[in-house]
């Protein structure tokens, strides 16, 4: 999968309801796509969406997200949400970390899962049992190059 497929599915989440808060309701129509593409596909996905999030774990976006930057959870749940409202904004905030949203109310925590979710619908499998595993991490301060050897202080 090319970026512009991800970013393709990626502008299928429900904006009104991402905005308000109906993470679940927001990312149906994501989940019901991924669902229909190949398993290669779906892991595909699942990568391009570990390396957004990783390039957007650096500490001047740590510094730019306001409420959320008092965990490590939260950092991560704040950067899921600046992916699933699309391209344009992502690349916006990947330009200016002074744009990372402020508030707790601005999280997309299920967008870590919705890969796994349809694997898991596809296949009859247990969620659990999802066998892909990302090259890069996703998790707060993975991005060792923009943290240079320091750990997020959270």
Same mark, same amino acid.
């Given at each position: 999968?090319? =970026?512009?497929?991800?970013?393709?599915?990626? $502008? /299928?989440?429900?904006?009104?309801?991402?905005?308000?808060? *109906?993470? %679940? +309701? #927001?990312?149906?129509?994501?989940?019901?796509?991924?669902?229909?593409?190949?398993?290669?596909?779906?892991? =595909?996905?699942?990568?391009?969406?570990?390396? $957004? /999030?990783?390039?957007?774990?650096?500490?001047?976006?740590? *510094?730019? %997200? +306001? #409420?959320?930057?008092?965990?490590?959870?939260?950092?991560?749940?704040?950067?899921?949400?600046?992916?699933?409202?699309?391209?344009?904004?992502?690349?916006?905030?990947?330009?200016?970390?002074?744009?990372?949203?402020?508030?707790?109310?601005?999280?997309?925590?299920?967008?870590?899962?919705?890969?796994?979710?349809?694997?898991?619908?596809?296949?009859?499998?247990?969620?659990?049992?999802?066998?892909?595993?990302?090259?890069?991490?996703?998790?707060?301060?993975?991005?060792?190059?923009?943290?240079?050897?320091?750990?997020?202080?959270?």
């Amino acid at each position: 999968m090319h =970026a512009d497929a991800f970013w393709r599915l990626i $502008a /299928l989440i429900d904006q009104p309801q991402l905005a308000a808060s *109906d993470e %679940s +309701g #927001a990312l149906a129509p994501l989940q019901a796509a991924l669902e229909e593409v190949e398993i290669a596909e779906l892991f =595909a996905f699942d990568e391009l969406l570990a390396r $957004a /999030l990783y390039e957007l774990d650096t500490p001047s976006h740590l *510094d730019g %997200s +306001g #409420a959320s930057s008092t965990s490590s959870d939260g950092f991560l749940y704040v950067r899921c949400w600046v992916v699933a409202r699309g391209l344009e904004h992502y690349v916006a905030v990947r330009k200016d970390p002074a744009l990372m949203p402020q508030s707790l109310e601005e999280w997309c925590e299920p967008l870590l899962l919705v890969a796994q979710e349809a694997w898991a619908a596809k296949t009859g499998a247990d969620p659990a049992d999802y066998p892909h595993i990302s090259t890069v991490s996703y998790e707060t301060g993975a991005n060792q190059a923009a943290w240079r050897g320091r750990r997020p202080d959270l």
